[in-house]
């Protein structure tokens, strides 16, 4: 069955990092290109970064130069590691395997809205909380 499960959301102080944790079972990330994705209160859900099956990134305008994504093929884990974070990033973030989450299909099936998208879709995670206060 595949799953993917998040962890390392927390609230920090404008300027501080996090690491996002993505580990993936039912699939290796060989498989597919994979994302995180944020949503923020009354927001589409937008995507933040991507990696490809062949470690080709993609970051959003917003993001570049400040969160780096990686992936630990051995522990099948994706990263999202974010610095100098700032109150706009505050969102939830989720993980999600490109094979099946892709922006359009997010928006075709599920409103724009990752968080229905994670309540059932076993392409999507279940979703880690960033909160940056300023």
């Known amino acids: 069955e595949m799953q993917l499960v998040e962890s390392g959301g927390d609230s920090v102080q404008a300027g501080g990092s996090l690491r996002l944790s993505c580990i993936a079972s039912?699939?290796?990330?060989?498989?597919?290109?994979m994302g995180w994705y944020r949503q923020a209160p009354g927001n589409e859900c937008e995507v933040v970064s991507t990696i490809s099956t062949d470690s080709m990134t993609y970051y959003s305008d917003s993001v570049k130069g400040r969160f780096t994504i990686s992936q630990d093929n051995a522990a099948n884990t994706v990263y999202l590691q974010m610095n100098n974070l700032k109150p706009e990033d505050t969102a939830v973030y989720y993980c999600a395997a490109l094979a099946g989450a892709s922006i359009f299909r997010l928006r075709r099936e599920y409103g724009g809205s990752c968080s229905e998208a994670a309540k059932s879709d076993p392409y999507w995670g279940q979703g880690t909380q960033v909160t940056v206060s300023s």
């Open positions: 039912g699939f290796t990330l060989n498989d597919s290109d």
